[in-house]
């Protein structure tokens, strides 16, 4: 079993800032790519950041300078510091990772609600 337990979502002012943690656990081999990924209401889920096992990141155009996507291999763990949030950046973030048991298969997390108020 391979689980992905994300925290750090809220509610939060516009301009302020959160930190989203996703913890990876169980039977794994390695993880490559680590990612978050929203999805606000009514609207399909699209990518937010991605960061490569040797800490190659990728940034969707709406969150470039605001958010940082980083990542500790020693813990399974990857971080998305928000700054300077817009009530656009409300959404339910799901992180993501590409884990190698025996095949590379991709997994999320359930997901965690991010609201910023206007």
């Known amino acids: 079993q391979v689980h992905l337990v994300e925290s750090g979502g809220g509610l939060v002012q516009s301009g302020g800032s959160l930190r989203l943690s996703c913890a990876v656990s169980?039977?794994?081999?390695?993880?490559?790519?680590m990612g978050w990924y929203r999805q606000a209401p009514g609207k399909q889920r699209e990518l937010v950041a991605t960061?490569?096992?040797?800490?190659?990141?990728n940034y969707a155009d709406s969150v470039k300078g605001r958010f940082t996507i980083s990542r500790d291999n020693a813990k399974n763990t990857v971080y998305l510091q928000m700054n300077s949030l817009k009530p656009e950046d409300t959404a339910i973030y799901y992180c993501n990772a590409l884990i190698t048991k025996v095949t590379m298969n991709n997994y999320w997390g359930q997901g965690t609600q991010v609201t910023v108020s206007s």
């Open positions: 960061i490569t096992k040797g800490g190659t990141t």
């Open positions: 169980g039977n794994i081999f390695s993880i490559n790519t």
